[in-house]
């Protein structure tokens, strides 16, 4: 039932637009020709590869911030499912996530594919990568529980976060590196987990390695999704019977 609506609502995103799929690759590409053209000169001569640095940050924000944003909806979208049949509430927000997944994949093949035109050594710990890609999942379905429960009770909550990932974004090094950062600063950045999923990321993509500070910081990022995912489930759950009333 998850993978069925996943599916359906991937499909369904863009349908009757004039571009269809290729607007979910426009976002992230211009994303990136804007902040490479204002912060090339700037960030160009202290991060090394910088438009792989600079790219692999906004595939792995982007993911986060789609996937979250999308589950604020997932029980509000299915209103006429959430008020005629019995069923699992909670497959409404994984499949809300998912259905983000399909399109993330695609991104993030074609970031493989630059990944090799630019000539970066192949290396075995590329592999991470799909453990570093469950851990992103991980925590955009425990934090989508807790944004689904509050989007069916308050509207407001789809602009409130709107906000949030506009502000999290310049809370994230997507376009800038940590070194640049005084130590105070850096620590606030560092509690951020998406922080840590994508310095993990470019470790393995960029460096081709993969250390012990980037375990350290993926077991910081499930131990946060963990938290969150328990908290969220518990409301969710706690209100689930008030959804079809309230929708």
């Known amino acids: 039932m998850i993978w069925e609506l996943a599916l359906a609502e991937f499909r369904l995103r863009d349908q009757g637009t004039f571009l269809g799929f290729i607007w979910t690759l426009l976002h992230p590409l211009i994303y990136f020709f804007v902040l490479y053209g204002l912060f090339m000169k700037w960030m160009g001569n202290q991060v090394s590869n910088f438009p792989l640095y600079l790219i692999i940050g906004i595939v792995q924000w982007g993911f986060f911030a789609s996937a979250t944003s ?23 927000v994984i499949s809300s996530v998912l259905s983000v997944l399909f399109s993330h994949m695609l991104e993030l093949i074609i970031l493989l594919v630059f990944w090799l035109l630019i000539g970066q050594n192949f290396s075995l710990s590329i592999f991470i990568l799909v453990p570093i890609l469950i851990v992103n999942i991980y925590l955009s379905i425990a934090v989508g529980f807790v944004l689904a429960t509050l989007g069916v009770f308050f509207l407001d909550i789809q602009r409130i976060w709107g906000i ?41 993509l960029i460096d081709g390695k993969f250390g012990g500070a980037d375990f350290k910081g993926l077991i910081y990022v499930l131990f946060v999704s963990t938290l969150i995912f328990c908290f969220g489930y518990l409301i969710f759950k706690k209100s689930e019977g008030y959804f079809a009333e309230s929708i």
């Open 70 to 92: 999308n589950a604020i909806q997932a029980i509000t979208r299915q209103g006429n499912f959430v008020k005629n049949i019995n069923f699992p509430k909670e497959v409404l």
């Open 164 to 204: 949030f990932t506009s502000v999290g974004m310049f809370l994230t090094p997507i376009f800038y590196s940590l070194s640049v950062l005084a130590p105070s600063k850096r620590n606030i950045i560092l509690l951020n987990p998406v922080t840590h999923i994508i310095t993990a990321t470019r470790n393995i």
